[in-house]
Each structure stands twice: as C-alpha cells, then as structure tokens.
C-alpha cells in the first residue's frame, strides 16, 4: 500500500534538491517547520485582520472569532495537521488561559479588557480569548513532532510541576501580594540550567540550552501579542486612547507562560507514554 508523503516531507525533498551548503538548507528547513507550526497562531492572526476590515450586522466581532477560530481548530483537526492528542492538549491551555483571563480583567484587578460587546462574553471576558492560549500550545505540540524534540538532562518532573504551579499561582497573588516574577525567572536558570533541546530540521540535529529558548518563544509571542492588539484582539490600558507598544517587560510574563505550556505538554506526553506500555 503506497502512503502519500506529507506536505512537510513534500517540502524537504524540495529543498534538497536547490543548490545551497547544507547549513542554509538546514536554516530554511528549520523556518518552514516553524512556520509550519505557527499554522493555528497565523490563521488566527488572519482572522483577526479580517475582522478588522469587514463587519458582519447580524453578530458581534467577538463571537465571530469564536466560530472562526473553532472552524480553524476543526479544519486543522480533520486535515490531520493537528492531531486528537494536540486537540486535548489545547483544551487544557484554552481552560487555563480563560481562568487566568477572568481574574486579570476583573474590574478590581484591571490589567487588561475586552471593551466590545458579545453574545458570547462571560462576564468580563469573550470565549474565543483562551485560543489565544491555545496557539501557544498548539504552536509548541506542533513544533515538537516537527522539529523531534528531544531533551537531555531534563530535571526531575516534580521539580518542574511544582515550578509551573507557583509560576501559574503567582499570576494570580502578585496583584495582592509580592510579585515573584524575577525570583521564578531565576529558579527556571537554574532548574534547567544543564537541559538541552535537541532539535531536527533536516538531517542534522542541532541543540540550544533549554531555558534560553522559553526566552526566545517568548519574545515571539511578545511580537504576536503586539500585532493582537493592534486588530483590538484585547486593550491594555495605555492603549485605550489609541494603540500602543505592548510594555518591554511582558516577555516576562510570556517566558513564564511558555514554561507553564512546555512542562505541561511533556508531562502529558509522559503519562500517554506510561498509559500506552501498561
């Protein structure tokens, strides 16, 4: 029985064949698995431009998004670009990230908000917003099938649970209490400090220090968290008169964030390991 080969080994034999040192076609190979991984966040990204520029009488914009980006997260699922698995995975960021949206713009907390109406709003806050969250996962689920992810010295997973849970903990008690951002930041150095990510784009296989790529995916999603709020994704409050560059130091936030993404995605890769060897 002949398969057909996927569009991503499609893609490679292509490259292979341009006349270019291998370096440079292990870098373009390597940015179009990435691209290949943003697939979600990019049609997302589309979606909310479209909205921009085109109004629809008969349903509000927030609503919407929220048919938009289901019928994206179910086109993606029955292409099998995404698999089942990635779909639970994403669930799970969708009920993460909507919990934390609704205690940062609740009016007593403020960070951000949601000024439009929507049929489809719970309190202060549009469903569609979790997908935000999504793309992180679904980008991060994405990029580790593509690219074979593989870690060496990876800490012990209680140590890195126990890390993502005071990390998602304290966005929530740093608007009361101390923020313990930068003491967070300084314990992920050193908890993986000596892991290393290995990573395939090609033939060969490549590695970078763990911690510096939640940097890295962070600043990234700091830029799409630019370009969200330009198309009135969200409003943080120095842009209600008018946009405005998302502050520098939300990449802190977002470092924090892709940590909570990643750990949760490896241990749930661990458990479906565990539960399929029994």
């Not at 799409?224 to 520098?248: K, L, R």
Request: proline share 4%; glycine share 4%; with cysteine.
């Amino acid at each position: 029985m002949n398969l057909k080969p996927s569009t991503t080994t499609v893609v490679l034999r292509q490259l292979q064949r341009l006349p270019f040192p291998q370096p440079v076609l292990e870098f373009l190979a390597f940015g179009y698995k990435e691209a290949r991984a943003c697939i979600f966040a990019g049609s997302f990204f589309g979606l909310l431009f479209l909205t921009t520029k085109f109004e629809l009488s008969w349903i509000e914009r927030y609503d919407l998004l929220l048919v938009g980006a289901v019928a994206i997260q179910a086109a993606l699922l029955l292409t099998k670009i995404e698999s089942l698995d990635e779909c639970k995975v994403i669930l799970v960021f969708h009920i993460l990230g909507f919990a934390l949206e609704t205690f940062k713009t609740h009016p007593s907390i403020g960070s951000w908000s949601y000024p439009e109406d929507g049929f489809t709003k719970i309190g202060t806050v549009p469903l569609y917003s979790g997908f935000m969250y999504s793309a992180v996962g679904s980008y991060i689920s994405q990029a580790w099938r593509l690219l074979n992810l593989k870690m060496v010295n990876y800490p012990k997973p209680w140590l890195t649970v126990a890390l993502s849970l005071a990390i998602y903990l304290n966005f929530f008690t740093n608007a009361f209490v101390y923020d313990f951002r930068n003491i967070l930041l300084a314990m992920v150095v050193l908890v993986f400090w000596r892991t290393r990510v290995y990573f395939t784009p090609m033939e060969h296989d490549y590695w970078m220090p763990l911690w510096f790529s939640f940097g890295l995916v962070a600043f990234f999603v700091w830029i799409a968290e630019n370009v969200s709020t330009f198309f009135e994704a969200w409003q943080y409050p120095n842009q209600s008169q008018g946009w405005a560059v998302v502050d520098f130091h939300k990449i802190t936030s977002w470092s924090l964030l892709v940590i909570i993404s990643f750990v949760l995605i490896i241990n749930l890769k661990h458990v479906k390991k565990n539960s399929a060897t029994t």
